[in-house]
């Protein structure tokens, strides 16, 4: 896209002009009245814009014979949300895109949780959710960060952590017998509903 700008002859800008776009030599490319040019083959042409039979100095424009060379423009993260427990793990994934939205590969990303408190992460993108809460988890890479990936973590699953026995402290006869029942309880100190075998 060009722009042209008309002055008088005291040096001021003049606004409301409206310009006539040409390619002034050259056969590699053609202007629209809107100042945007089209390459259409390699080597370079010259562009003017002129308006009340006054003309611009050329401009040069070069179209290159191969397309510029790929450059790391976006990058994505998936999932883009997830759920995770407290100390539990779940791996994310990055995807880096060039100004043609190709996948360019063989990319090193960046890992970091904007609420490291509830959620880690580490330089392969495998997330350890800490506690109770919502972290931001973003990659980059060449200055281009991704789009941030919300984890959602949720209390850890229970854990049988103490095993009590019932009664604690009882006496019988010889011969006599006693039944003993036992509770597993998990880190939260709540009952286990489905009791392992002891």
Not at 11 to 23: K, L, P, Q, R
Not at 58 to 80: D, E, Y
Not at 154 to 175: F, M, Q, R
Request: charged share 5%; net charge negative; glycine share 8%.
């Amino acid at each position: 896209t060009f722009s042209a700008v008309a002055k008088d002859q005291y040096n001021a800008t003049m606004s409301g002009i409206t310009f006539t776009w040409s390619v002034q030599s050259g056969t590699g490319a053609t202007i629209a009245q809107t100042g945007v040019a089209t390459g259409n083959a390699a080597g370079s042409v010259t562009i003017v814009a002129s308006a009340s039979g006054v003309t611009s100095a050329p401009a040069t424009l070069t179209i290159n014979a191969t397309p510029p060379p790929p450059v790391l423009t976006s990058i994505t993260v998936s999932p883009a949300s997830v759920t995770v427990p407290a100390t539990t793990t779940t791996q994310l994934s990055a995807t880096g895109f060039d100004q043609n939205g190709n996948i360019i590969s063989g990319v090193t990303f960046s890992w970091a949780s904007l609420n490291p408190s509830a959620a880690t992460v580490n330089s392969s993108g495998l997330v350890t959710g800490v506690a109770v809460g919502t972290a931001q988890v973003l990659a980059s890479a060449d200055g281009v960060n991704s789009n941030p990936a919300t984890i959602n973590v949720t209390a850890a699953p229970p854990v049988l952590t103490t095993i009590t026995l019932s009664p604690t402290d009882v006496s019988i006869n010889v011969g006599g017998s006693q039944q003993f029942t036992a509770t597993g309880y998990d880190q939260y100190n709540n009952p286990m509903i489905q009791q392992p075998a002891f």
